[in-house]
Nanobody, 124 residues
Framework: VQLQASGGGLVQPGGSLRLSCAAS?????????VGWFRQAPGNEREFVATINWIGGIVDYADPVRGRFTISRDNARNTVYLQLNSLKPEDTAVYFCAAKLSTYYYTRSTEYDYWGQGTLVTVSS
């Protein structure tokens, strides 16, 4: 499966963005768990959110819980990450990742497929 992340950009503190992770390839995307991770300059890649194959189970990192929402549309082979109440510390490159599994995962080492990343910059 190939993943394409998009939707990043420059936004003011308190603003919102919606990131998309579109999957392609000769596979059934609904069989994959998907996660979002981010990496700020000088920092390690960190977990943001994950969703299981049918979207019934989600999990979030504590810094984003209550502000970010992960969802998926398997008919469109796309997973979304809605970012609300953005803060300067949310500035990072955001990556989506997938694993052929019905479960969900918070560790980056669990994922087999990665998109190229999309930059989110939160600044006034």
């Amino acid at each position: 499966v190939q993943l394409q992340a998009s939707g990043g950009g420059l936004v003011q503190p308190g603003g919102s963005l919606r990131l998309s992770c579109a999957a392609s390839g000769r596979t059934t995307f609904s069989n994959y768990a998907v996660g979002w991770f981010r990496q700020a300059p000088g920092n390690e890649r960190e977990f943001v959110a994950t969703i299981n194959w049918i979207g019934g189970i989600v999990d979030y990192a504590d810094p984003v819980r209550g502000r970010f929402t992960i969802s998926r549309d398997n008919a469109r082979n796309t997973v979304y990450l809605q970012l609300n109440s953005l803060k300067p510390e949310d500035t990072a490159v955001y990556f989506c990742a997938a694993k052929l599994s019905t479960y969900y995962y918070t560790r980056s080492t669990e994922y087999d497929y990665w998109g190229q990343g999309t930059l989110v910059t939160v600044s006034s």
